[in-house]
């Protein structure tokens, strides 16, 4: 089973694109996990998009999700929301129109995230949910969302309780992709 995790997050060293890392390393058996990001991706802007058609950075990340058997958005909470650069991602994977259905209709996908505050991104994930069913996903009902994340990760990587935590909700995801 191939999975893809993708960063909500630009920062090189954010917690969110951390744990797409961590998601890589504690897969269970049988299951591979790529972790990507959404650097590249411009800024929707439709008559970009009528002179130059679908960028090359959204058709690579369209090509993985499709080729993926399930798909996990990791997304920062900025002021109780998903940030715009995912939101911007899903807009252009959207487009053209038609791309939409195979991309997202029926696509196994679940919502993770990581914050230094106590929520554990759960606004960020509320939101995200109404455009992920707009979008046709089948979403998967469990939410990884880590709180206190500067605690949880350190130099090495991650804590032992929180490689647990990851390990046992991908294990979850595996079992509902399947």
Known sequence: MKLIAVSGSLRKNSFNTR???????VVPDGVALESLTLH????????????????AAVEALRGRIKAA?????????????MPGVLKNALDWLTRPGEEMKPTFGGR???IAGATPG????AFAQAG?????????????PGYLRVSKAGDR?????????????VAGWLEGFAAFVR
């Open 19 to 25: 744990l797409a890392g961590l998601m890589a390393e």
């Open 40 to 55: 590249g991706i411009p800024l929707y802007d439709g008559d970009l998009e009528e002179s130059e058609g679908i960028p």
């Open 69 to 81: 058997d399930g798909l996990i958005l990791v997304t920062p909470e900025y002021n109780a929301g």
């Open 108 to 110: 196994k996908t679940a």
């Open 118 to 121: 106590a929520w554990g991104t």
């Open 128 to 140: 995200a949910l109404i455009n992920l069913r707009q979008l046709g996903c089948e979403l998967y």
């Open 153 to 165: 990760f350190d130099e090495g990587g991650a804590d032992d309780k929180l490689r647990e935590q």
